[in-house]
């Protein structure tokens, strides 16, 4: 099959392309410049691997938990396609996708994206059913639904970062990760695939990402309209 992988939940934003068995992929760790590099990296890796638009069978991406910026700016650019030429797209949820290689782990899975400083959006899996809904809370408040005396496994964009600073809390927990942290661009053809096979719905007109905290801009505003209420 032929899909369009985008993971842009994180500022490091991975964008691939698969025809059949071969794949291209560009990552961009450029911050706030994603809006001006997703158009022009999309059309060079369709050309370097010799698909046109129309030859997409299906696209799909990260829906969030994630940065509020790059989940808008892949999932309007997929929607843009599936206008122009009908291709279905799946959205994925952050978190799944990254655990997705560690569904068979004997350990319980921690799925990590640091949200903001010490605080994460998070899930926890096991055998690759999830245990719990994505959240956000800070380290120690997640530290306090692990189990001392079973093993975890973080993965995810944050998963370093929160393992080091982990240990450092809790140095009798068996806590650990893998590195270098991928990203999940490869994940989601798979899931995606999975997701045709069992006949799965694609993403509506009005699907939209999945946000599990409030953007800055609301936040601000709320506190705008409680001063001015005042």
């Known amino acids: 099959m032929n899909g369009l992988a985008i993971d842009c939940a994180v500022s490091r934003l991975a964008i691939a392309v698969k025809r059949d ?3 291209v992929k560009l990552v961009y760790d450029i911050g706030i410049k994603q809006s001006e590099k997703l158009l022009p990296a999309i059309d060079f ?5 010799g698909l046109q638009a129309c030859d997409l069978d299906y696209t799909v991406l990260t829906s969030g938990p ?48 640091e949200a903001k400083e010490d605080e994460y959006f998070y899930q926890f899996f096991v055998h690759g059913q999830k245990l719990s ?10 530290i306090k639904q692990m ?3 079973t093993s975890v496994l973080v ?7 929160f393992c080091e600073r982990a240990l450092e809390e809790t140095p009798l927990y068996t806590i650990h990760c893998f590195s270098p ?3 999940a661009a490869d994940n989601l053809f798979e899931i995606a695939e999975d997701m045709i096979r069992n ?16 953007s800055e801009a609301e936040l601000v505003l709320e506190q705008k309209n409680k001063t001015a209420g005042n």
């Open 147 to 149: 189990d001392p005396e």
């Open 21 to 23: 068995e071969k794949k």
């Open 133 to 142: 809904e994505p959240d956000d809370k800070p380290m120690d408040e997640i």
């Open 181 to 183: 942290e991928a990203d």
């Open 66 to 113: 994630g940065t509020f910026t790059g989940l808008r700016l892949g999932l309007s650019t997929l929607k843009a396609l599936t206008l122009a030429h009908g291709t279905p797209v799946y959205g994925v949820p952050s978190l799944e996708s990254y655990a997705w290689p560690y569904k068979r782990a004997i350990e319980s899975v921690l799925s990590v994206i």
């Open 155 to 161: 993965c995810g964009p944050g998963a370093r970062v």
């Open 45 to 49: 890796i369709m050309k370097e691997i």
């Open 199 to 214: 006949k799965k719905e694609p993403l509506k007109d009005y699907d939209g990402p999945l946000y599990v905290r409030k």
